[in-house]
């Protein structure tokens, strides 16, 4: 697929961003790119003094920058002050964002649909795909090549589901969701328990008789699996968004806006709250409580409740200062030892 070069003037820029232009408003602005990699005619980020100090030997045409940072403007070159670049720089990219990836409108003929599936208007239905008995799915939702939709689960409006992603039987998708490449909704939770019987032990499967319910506007990320609850439903809350490669356990509650960054393993029956930052690598036990507003560092392992609102690291997870304390005392353990050792 090929597009029409993207150009917007410095002041269009400004405008669409909500910042305050400092030189040459007509300054044609043909892409975007990182500080270091930016040419001519292109916008670039200012986020600290450091590149800032460096925005004189800059190639690039225009930069978005954070008001307070001390910055020389120049004739040439177009400075947009905001309160927050890296979101600016964000809605700028969406000036230059090529038009989005759609399979054909309709349903392609390779597709199977269940003659008591419910399709709504205008929606897009790959190769290969499947769409199971009793599924409804609302307007304007993409559904690519190989995409699983099992029996009875329901999608609201404006949904993108890209290649290979799979929907499992009765779960529920809110509106305006998007399910990256090979993710999987409601496999069945992680549940066994052991029996000894007249022919040695073995383990017995719990079923997993529940569902997931994802709310609206939702991004699950390529290879993320979010199982399904033992009974009644994990819950995936308004506005959350979950990198690659995470695994939410089954019974798991999330609240709204919760960010959960790659390689990730949330254990079942464990709630986040609300606004709740997690970084990559991050291993959390079951049944752990994590409060509204947490951030925990990537990396960290919870194996208790947390408290609203602090900030965790660390081996098991615990306020990031006495982290940082302890992993500083740690350092100088050997030095400590030898000291000891001479007496």
């Not at 917007?8 to 300054?27: C, F, R, S, Y």
């Not at 450091?50 to 177009?78: F, Q, V």
């Not at 529940?210 to 993320?224: P, Q």
Request: with cysteine; charged share 20%; aromatic share 2%.
């Amino acid at each position: 697929m090929t597009t029409e070069p993207i150009t917007h003037n410095a002041a269009k820029i400004a405008q669409h961003v909500g910042g305050e232009l400092i030189g040459p408003a007509e300054a044609p602005i043909t892409g975007i790119s990182d500080f270091d990699e930016a040419a001519p005619g292109q916008l670039t980020l200012i986020g600290t003094q450091r590149y800032a100090d460096r925005w004189a030997d800059c190639p690039a045409s225009a930069a978005l920058i954070n008001r307070g940072l001390e910055c020389s403007p120049t004739d040439a070159k177009a400075l947009i002050r905001v309160d927050d670049a890296d979101l600016a720089f964000s809605k700028a990219l969406a000036l230059y964002a090529p038009p989005p990836v759609l399979t054909d409108p309709g349903i392609h003929p390779t597709a199977i649909v269940h003659p008591s599936a419910k399709l709504g208007p205008d929606i897009r239905v790959g190769p290969h795909a499947l769409i199971g008995p009793g599924v409804t799915i609302g307007q304007n939702c993409v559904l690519h090549n190989r995409v699983t939709v099992m029996d009875h689960t329901q999608i609201g409006n404006h949904c993108t589901l890209w290649p290979g992603a799979v929907i499992r039987d009765r779960c529920t998708l809110g509106d305006r969701c998007t399910i990256h490449p090979n993710a999987v909704i409601g496999a069945d939770g992680f549940g066994y328990r052991p029996e000894v019987t007249d022919r040695g032990p073995r383990l017995v499967k719990t079923p997993q008789i529940g569902t997931v319910i994802i709310g609206d506007d939702v991004e699950i990320g390529a290879g993320a699996c979010i199982d399904r609850a033992k009974c009644n439903a994990t819950v995936i809350g308004d506005g959350c968004k979950i990198d690659n490669l995470v695994q939410i356990g089954h019974n798991c509650q999330l609240g709204k806006r919760v960010i959960i960054s790659g390689c990730t393993g949330v254990g079942g029956s464990t709630t986040i709250g609300d606004g709740t930052v997690i970084g990559g690598c991050v291993a959390i036990t079951d049944h752990a409580l994590i409060g509204p507003g947490a951030q925990l560092a990537g990396g960290s392992q919870v194996a208790a409740s947390l408290p609203a609102g602090g900030t965790y690291a660390g081996t098991p997870a615990r306020p990031i200062r006495e982290a940082i304390r302890e992993a500083g005392a740690l350092k100088r353990l050997p030095d400590l030892l030898k000291q000891l050792r001479r007496g």
